[in-house]
């Protein structure tokens, strides 16, 4: 990690400090597409906030992975999504053992996860070495989520 100077800036920042982490470990695959409905069954079965913004994080095997970052280096100002994927690099990969961290948030479509989604994670591959957003993931068994302890 690193200070960034005052002439820094970011699209989108979003932070949280986890002063205690709770772990569950995943019985089963969760394909993408059942990310979000699961992530929320963990949090309500822990009694944590399933409506606010709660940081999470997921180590383990990852599948179907596919990610992308924005160069802003070729993103015009007020870009839309379709700006925003032509000045991507994106990748995929059939299985990857990594980190993702992110939120949970009901009340954020459109403010720091997309419309229609309940989740924003970015995917950490320290062997590789890769960061970006997640676009698409399956969590494979036995992969761990961490959610902030009560």
Known sequence: MRRGGAEE????????????????????????????ARIEALLRERGLDAEGAVPVQVHGSLRDLS?????????APGGGHADHARASVSGALAAAEGTLVGFFSKR??????????????HVVLPERPLMGHVDAVTLARGARVLLPAR
């Open 9 to 36: 800036q970011a699209a989108l920042f979003v932070v949280a400090d986890v002063a205690r982490w709770q772990e569950a470990t995943l019985d089963a695959d969760v394909p993408d597409g059942q990310l979000d």
């Open 67 to 75: 990610w992308h970052v924005i160069d802003g280096r070729k993103l």
């Open 108 to 121: 954020h479509h459109g403010v720091f996860t997309h419309m229609g989604s309940n989740t924003h994670f």
